[in-house]
C-alpha cells in the first residue's frame, strides 16, 4: 500500500488561508469518506482535528476543515495562526481494511 | 480521562526482538480497537497493524506480516506489540491509537511514543 501524496511543505502568513492536499487512489480515498487528519508539533505525537472528511473532534478550532473531491482529500486553514505550526498527516481507511497515512505535510506560518 | 500509556525506550541488536506495550485506561478497553503506528527519525507516519481488542484478532500491513505480532490483556487493558528479526531501519518511534469508532476509521487517542533502536 503506497502512501497518499501531500505536498512538502505550504506557508503563510498569520490570517492568511492555506490549503493541503491528499492525493490516494479509488481503492482508499476514492472509496470511503474515511479520511482523516492529523496535526503533529515537533517531539509530541500526533492529534485528531478531522475525521470523516469534514468533521471536528470536539476543541478543535473551526479554522479547520476538510474536504474531498474523487480520489482526492484536502485541509484547510482559515485565519493561520503561529501555533498552527507543525506537520500534517492525513489518513485513509482502505479496501483490505487496513490504513494508510500520507507523506506529510510541514506547515510554516511566516 | 482516557490515557494510553507506552513502555519506557529499547535499545536492541539486529535479529532481536522487542515487545512494547500500552497500557489504556479512562475508558472500556474492549469497546475500541487498538491500532500501532511508526514513525522513523525525521520520517512520515507507516501504519502498521490493528487489534480488536474485544476478540483479539488482528490485520496487518503487508510489510510487516510474519514479523510483527499484536496481543493484548483484556484483564490489564493493555495491549502488546512484538516486532522480530529487528533491523536498523526498524529504528523508530512506535504509537499506539485508539480507534475512535469503526464507522469513523479515526484514531481519537495516541499513546506518548516508545523510541525503539537498533544498532549493533
Known amino acids: 500500500q503506497s502512501a497518499l501524496t501531500q505536498p512538502p511543505s505550504v506557508s503563510g502568513s498569520p490570517g492568511q488561508s492555506v490549503t493541503i492536499s491528499c492525493t490516494g487512489t479509488s481503492s482508499d480515498v476514492g472509496s470511503y469518506n474515511r479520511v482523516s487528519w492529523y496535526q503533529q508539533p515537533p517531539g509530541t505525537a500526533p492529534k485528531l482535528i478531522i475525521y470523516?472528511?469534514?468533521n471536528r473532534p470536539s476543541g478543535v478550532p473551526d479554522r479547520f476543515s476538510g474536504s474531498k473531491s474523487g480520489n482526492t482529500a484536502s485541509l484547510t486553514i482559515s485565519g493561520l495562526q503561529a501555533e498552527d505550526e507543525a506537520d500534517y498527516y492525513c489518513?485513509?481507511?482502505?479496501?483490505?481494511?487496513?490504513?494508510?497515512f500520507g507523506t506529510g505535510t510541514k506547515v510554516t506560518v511566516l | 480521562q482516557v490515557q494510553l500509556v507506552q513502555s519506557g525506550a529499547e535499545v536492541k541488536k539486529p535479529g532481536a526482538s522487542v515487545k512494547v506495550s500500552c497500557k489504556a485506561s479512562g475508558y472500556t478497553f474492549t469497546g475500541h480497537y487498538i491500532h500501532w503506528v511508526r514513525q522513523a527519525p525525521g520520517q512520515g507516519i507507516e501504519w502498521m497493524a490493528w487489534i480488536n481488542t474485544n476478540s483479539g484478532s488482528t490485520n496487518y500491513a503487508q510489510n510487516f506480516q510474519g514479523r510483527v505480532t499484536m496481543t493484548r490483556d483484556t484483564s490489564i487493558s493493555t495491549a502488546y506489540m512484538e516486532v522480530s528479526r529487528l533491523k536498523s531501519d526498524d529504528t523508530a518511534v512506535y504509537f499506539c491509537a485508539r480507534l475512535y469508532s469503526i464507522s469513523s476509521k479515526a484514531f481519537d487517542y495516541w499513546g506518548q511514543g516508545t523510541l525503539v533502536t537498533v544498532s549493533s
Open positions: 470523516e472528511v469534514n
Open positions: 489518513s485513509s481507511h482502505t479496501s483490505i481494511n487496513t490504513y494508510v
